[in-house]
């Protein structure tokens, strides 16, 4: 009896040859890089159906509008492979999400940033290091445990630590949220 | 061949955790009630696809026991719908994404279970909507906000379940109703430009002992609850129904217009239920910093009762709670225990069985509160002084006990007196309580003491108009006719929209043979409520024994007057007819007596004064 190994082998193959680390994706299905140019990115990772993430779309909101005239871009992740590009197009309209949307099927960018739930931070410095990776602020403790307001803004701070060109303060916090599927 | 190698490679191993064979069982009792499309939860979990994109976020929630939420401690009182995993359970969730979270073959998948849609006790006999949706902004705190419904009805009913559909089961964490009828919440409404008013806890004004005596109560994923038949509680016309929502912000904004669907019985009542609250808000006063503040209360039963469910109620940083029942043996008997308090997740529990609980036996409430920086739920930071009161900030200490009185007649009198004087015991210049007391007192026949203690409500608050107006009463049913009459007179000054009070006036004043003044308060009666028969009725006999004073003085066309606006009030009276026409006789208009006479024969046949009066008219 012949195994289905050759079958498997065969349907592995292309895919090493075309992309060695396949890109996360716009709306559209064009790979997108969120690292080019000479700026400060911050990533922001999220998921439709995460209570977690959306109770903060106020917080990005504001985020956005505050440093995005000093140049930080904004990239809003959504790491889970089985969900629909239409319900990411609805969900981001929905709660107003500034910057610019991503999927990131293969996980690319939550390997590189090390983020682990949502909502999660990545801030990458303009020479391209990744200057900070954790929480937005301090409201969550745990699951379905909150204050009732922030009182520490980590990413926040990590921005303006970029934009001085200092080291962030704490280069990860632990964030609380949804995990991001398919994570071992 | 195929279907041999087919099962040999998806078989599970020895010991290995599948969905289909372990998971889907648990997630179809704990979970599917509330994370099912349309429900309370962010996200659906009856499939694999669902549960395995949920995988790691469910072995935290359930091991953090933050999921299925479910406050009480197993081992202190059985609760119905309990919905606490056990810890292999837990552990089984564990092990499945441990090992993979595997499938498993789809034979072993057990059915899914079944989910009434819409209504989930049918057509409602009548649906209370909000008025219009209340718009909840995107972000901020939780927010705690009332809805007043008014009830179309035209006559009493009794409700046997009420189902609430809170209309954006995603913001709303659980919901209550209160009934309130003395319309007394409407004019809170809207005040603030936004539908509803706000507040944690709604005081109601009412001035009858008609304590609410169910839970009505709505938290995600738990079915109406339906009374037994003989416990439907009294829907009166005129009553307004007081939705108490806990709101919490999604991150845009979001509209919400809740429904309330009322289901009827033509049975009247057997059994009367009480709710007992146990509270000490006077003993809160916790200092920023104290960890582990303690309010306490205690409160010894003048009966035997069966305890139906529990309530136990705090703010943000309750921390801990206690509810136990000490017997007169000196056995302790555990109501409820919660170790980990949290407001998002408080609710009704019903017992399964009743809990019996002889007379003199003790019932306590304990509750702890960690007012420190190191409690993440505390609302205020730094901490600040914390005292009773109906904000998010501020607590309270409460612990409701539904309870039925055993035995013959209405023991919830005897029940609220011991209450009324229990809390009487922790807050002694309390107004209203001095006012309950002397009303209970009143309707238990101790007329003396009823008299004592509105007495002393009025020296501490002379404007009560409501314990003027039961002090009235008291001295009325003690023949102090004299002293009722001032009591009513000040109560209605103080109130001129009193009605209860404008018609006691009526009668005491009508006893002592004052019936045009009476004859007053009753218009100011109908003027309040027209659609009041008692009082309709008592201004027609006035203004007939207003007429027959008129006619004994030969006062005949003031006397018809009267008798016309009687018989107009109260068609339905033989007498007022044959009065009516024997005026309109004496002043000469014979043909409309005849009129009256007839009629008065219409309506009773064998009125004789009439038949005479008849005979005569037609000489």
């Not at chain 2, 359970?89 to 059915?111: C, H, K, N, S, Y």
């Not at chain 2, 002397?438 to 409500?457: D, H, I, M, N, P």
Request: with cysteine; charged share 25%.
């Amino acid at each position: 009896m012949r195994s289905s190994l050759g079958r498997r082998f065969l349907l592995v193959a292309p895919l090493l040859a075309w992309a060695q680390e396949p890109a996360a994706v716009d709306l559209a299905g064009t790979p997108a890089d969120p690292f080019r140019g000479n700026q400060i990115h911050v990533l922001l990772f999220l998921r439709t159906d995460c209570p977690i993430s959306n109770r903060y779309a106020p917080e990005i909101q504001r985020l956005h509008q505050r440093y995005a005239p000093a140049g930080v871009r904004f990239w809003m992740v959504y790491p889970n492979r089985e969900e629909p590009v239409e319900a990411i197009r609805r969900h981001a309209a929905e709660y107003n999400l500034p910057g610019q949307i991503l999927r990131d099927p293969h996980q690319t960018l939550v390997k590189k940033t090390g983020a682990r739930v949502t909502p999660e931070a990545a801030v990458y410095a303009a020479d391209g290091r990744l200057v900070y990776r954790g929480r937005i602020d301090d409201r969550y403790v745990d699951l379905g445990k909150s204050r009732p307001a922030a009182a520490r803004h980590d990413l926040a701070a990590a921005i303006d630590a970029a934009l001085a060109g200092k080291p962030a303060a704490h280069k990860t916090t632990r964030a609380v949220g949804c995990f991001i599927s398919g994570l071992r | 061949m195929r279907g041999l190698l087919f099962l040999a490679v998806t078989a599970p191993l020895a010991g290995q955790i599948t969905f289909n064979r372990h998971v889907a069982p648990l997630l179809f009792e704990y979970c599917a009630p509330c994370h099912r499309p349309g429900e309370a939860a962010p996200f659906p979990l009856p499939t694999y696809r669902d549960a395995r994109q949920h995988a790691q976020q469910i072995v935290k929630a359930t091991r953090s026991r933050y999921m299925p939420p479910w406050l009480p401690e197993p081992g202190y009182g059985e609760f119905a719908g309990a919905r606490r995993l056990g810890d292999d359970q837990v552990r089984l969730l564990e092990q499945w994404v441990e090992q993979g979270a595997a499938e498993g073959p789809a034979t072993d998948l057990p059915p899914a279970p079944r989910f009434t849609e819409g209504w989930q006790l049918g057509t409602p006999d009548l649906v209370v909507r909000m008025p219009r949706p209340y718009l909840l902004a995107a972000q901020g705190g939780d927010v705690f906000r009332n809805f007043v419904a008014p009830v179309p009805l035209t006559e009493t009913r009794y409700v046997r379940a009420v189902e609430i559909r809170p209309g954006n089961k995603r913001v709303v964490h659980h919901a209550n109703i209160l009934i309130d009828r003395k319309q007394s919440s409407r004019r809170r409404d809207e005040q603030d430009g936004e539908v509803g008013f706000a507040g944690m806890n709604v005081i109601l004004e009412s001035d009858t002992f008609d304590p609410e005596s169910h839970f009505l109560f709505w938290k995600p994923g738990t079915p109406p609850e339906v009374e037994p038949e003989d416990m439907a509680w009294r829907l009166d016309p005129g009553t307004d129904l007081v939705l108490n929502m806990h709101l919490q912000p999604s991150g845009k904004l979001e509209p919400i217009q809740a429904a309330i669907g009322l289901y009827f019985t033509h049975r009247a009542p057997d059994r009367l239920p009480m709710l007992l609250q146990l509270d000490n808000d006077g003993a809160l006063d916790i200092p920023p910093g104290k960890r582990d503040f303690l309010a306490a209360d205690d409160f010894r039963l003048p009966l035997d009762v069966e305890v139906l469910g529990v309530y136990p109620h705090a703010h943000y940083i309750g921390k801990q709670m206690e509810g136990f029942a000490t017997l007169p043996d000196g056995s302790k008997r555990w109501l409820i225990r919660i170790r980990d308090w949290d407001i998002n997740w408080q609710a009704v529990y019903r017992y399964t069985k009743p809990v019996s609980l002889p007379k003199g036996t003790v019932l306590s409430m304990r509750w702890w509160y960690d007012n420190s920086a190191a409690n993440p739920r505390n609302p205020s930071r730094p901490p600040r002084r914390v005292r009773a009161g109906d904000r998010s900030a501020d607590e309270m200490a409460h612990f409701w006990i539904q309870v039925v009185p055993r035995g013959k007649g209405d023991g919830r009198m005897v029940l609220q007196e011991a209450l009324t004087r229990h809390k009487l015991r922790k807050y002694p210049r309390d107004v209203a309580l001095h006012y309950n007391l002397g009303a209970v007192l009143l309707s238990l026949g101790k007329t003396e003491e009823a008299v004592g203690r509105l007495r002393e409500a009025l020296g501490i608050a002379p404007d009560h108009a409501a314990a003027r107006n039961s002090l009235g009463a008291a001295l009325e049913s003690q023949g102090k006719l004299e002293e009722a009459i001032a009591e009513y007179q000040r109560a209605v000054r103080q109130d001129p929209d009193y009605a209860d009070a404008h018609y006691n006036l009526g009668n005491s004043l009508a006893a002592q043979g004052r019936f045009e003044e009476a004859a007053g308060h009753y218009r100011e009666v109908l003027r309040l409520h027209p659609g009041d028969t008692p009082a309709r009725k008592r201004l027609a006999q006035v203004l007939q024994a207003s007429g027959g004073g008129l006619a004994s003085r030969n006062q005949w066309s003031e006397a018809v007057t009267r008798y016309r606006e009687a018989v107009a009030l109260d068609p339905e009276d033989a007498d007022g007819h044959n009065n009516l026409g024997a005026a309109l006789a004496r002043v000469g208009n014979k043909g409309e007596a005849i009129a009256c006479f007839e009629q008065a024969l219409r309506l009773q046949p064998g009125h004789e004064a009439a038949r005479r009066n008849l005979g005569l008219a037609r000489r």
